[in-house]
C-alpha cells in the first residue's frame, strides 16, 4: 500500500510540473490578432495560461485610480471563440435559517368550584362527560434562529458579446475579476491563452502594444 501512496504522489508532482511548464511557455505568446492595442502598458498586469475544454478561467486583479485600461483577452485558434466578462465582486451580507422551533400550547376552558380544604372557590379544568379536559384553543408559536452569511456578488461591468475589448478610466480602485469559459467545442488538448490587462496615467500613455511583441518577465 505505501508503495501505492508513492507512486500517486509521483505522479501528482510530474503532472503539477508538466502543467506548470506548459503554463510557461504560453508567456511567450501572441494571441491577439490585432494591429495595434493601443499606447498602453501591457507587462504589469497580463496573465497567461493553459486551458482544456470546460475549464472555467477567473483572473482576479484590481483597476487602479487615476488610471485608463484597456482589457483584451485571446487565445488560440484551438481554444476557439471566447466569450468572456468583467465583473465587480460585490461583498454582501443575508440573514438565513439556522432551525425553527414550533411550540404548541393547550388551553384548557376553567370554571369554579368549591374547595372544601381551602374554604373557597377555585378555578379547575372543566371535564366532560368521560373525564376528559376540554379543549378551550390552542396556541402555536414558532421560533426562528438565524445567522448571518457572508457572500460575494457579482456585478457585470462588460461583456465581449458588446465590444471586443474593454477601454475603461478609473476614478478610484477597486477589484475586478475577469472571467470566461473555454468552449467545448475546442480542441482537446487545449492551448494557451492570454488576459492582456493595459493601462496608463490618465495624464499621458506609454508603450504601444503591437502584434509581435511579447511579454517581458
Known amino acids: 500500500m505505501e508503495k501505492l501512496y508513492i507512486i500517486i504522489f509521483s505522479l501528482s508532482i510530474v503532472l503539477f510540473s508538466t502543467n506548470r511548464l506548459v503554463a510557461q511557455e504560453c508567456q ?31 483572473v482576479k486583479t484590481a483597476i487602479y485610480a487615476h488610471k485608463k485600461y484597456n482589457i ?6 484551438a481554444l476557439g471563440d471566447l466569450q468572456w466578462e468583467v465583473v465587480k465582486p460585490v461583498r454582501k451580507t443575508k440573514k438565513v435559517i439556522v432551525k425553527t422551533r414550533t411550540d404548541t ?12 380544604e381551602l374554604g373557597e ?14 379543549v378551550d384553543k390552542v396556541e402555536i408559536t414558532k421560533d426562528t ?4 452569511v457572508r457572500y460575494t456578488d457579482q456585478v457585470e461591468l462588460f461583456s465581449s458579446k458588446k465590444a471586443p475589448n474593454w477601454e475603461k478610466g478609473s476614478r478610484k480602485t477597486q477589484r475586478i475579476w475577469i472571467k470566461f469559459v473555454i468552449p467545448n467545442t475546442a ?9 492582456y490587462i493595459g493601462r496608463i496615467n490618465t495624464a499621458n500613455g506609454k508603450r504601444k502594444f503591437k502584434r509581435g511583441q511579447h511579454r517581458v518577465d
Do not use: H, L, R
Open 105 to 116: 400550547n393547550v388551553i384548557y376552558k376553567m370554571t369554579t368550584q368549591w374547595d372544601d
Open 187 to 195: 480542441e482537446d488538448d487545449g492551448g494557451c491563452y492570454g488576459v
Open 72 to 77: 483584451w483577452v485571446c487565445g488560440v485558434p
Open 145 to 148: 434562529i438565524f445567522k448571518s
Open 121 to 134: 372557590d377555585v378555578e379547575v379544568e372543566m371535564t366532560d362527560d368521560d373525564g376528559n379536559m376540554i
Open 28 to 58: 511567450d505568446g501572441d494571441y491577439c490578432e490585432v494591429e495595434d492595442m493601443g499606447d498602453y502598458d501591457y507587462y504589469s498586469q497580463s496573465v497567461f495560461g493553459y486551458a482544456y475544454p470546460g475549464d472555467t478561467v477567473v
